[in-house]
């Protein structure tokens, strides 16, 4: 895992936010990188996956409801050929309606938009993100 301690103690993890909102991402950026994150941002799947490429990240956190392709089919590809990374869902929308559509066999954590900061905080910070099958093999 790429991690490195702030000032404040905290493992800080690199983080990619996917959003089609200029503004949630802008937000989320602005708020994550006030706590010592390095934060990048992607429009779409298409840009995060190039993201992903080019440089490795620890979370994605990534909209679910995105114009090109959803998060839980996004999430799917990066779990793919990323496993080690690990992934946040989030959206304004009910997330029922996703989970039996896609029927997910792993339960990525999820944020109901609006969330507030501490809400994204906690789960990063307290390390509640479920570790993927490949973490616990190796």
């Not at 996004?74 to 869902?89: D, E, S, T």
């Not at 109901?112 to 479920?130: N, S």
Request: aromatic share 10%.
């Amino acid at each position: 895992m790429l991690t490195w301690v702030n000032n404040t103690g905290y493992i800080m993890e690199k983080i990619l936010v996917v959003d089609d909102q200029k503004n949630v991402r802008a937000s989320i950026r602005i708020g994550l990188g006030r706590v010592g994150y390095q934060v990048d941002v992607a429009s779409n799947a298409e840009h995060a996956l190039l993201k992903l490429k080019e440089k490795p990240f620890d979370v994605v956190l990534t909209d679910v409801r995105m114009p090109d392709t959803n998060g839980y089919v996004l999430a799917n590809l990066i779990r793919q050929l990323y496993p080690n990374v690990k992934i946040i869902l989030m959206s304004a929308y009910d997330f029922c309606e996703y989970d039996q559509k896609f029927k997910l066999e792993q339960a990525w954590p999820k944020l109901a938009k609006p969330f507030g900061m501490a809400d994204l905080l906690h789960l990063l910070q307290q390390g509640t993100l479920p570790f993927q099958q490949n973490e616990l093999r190796n």
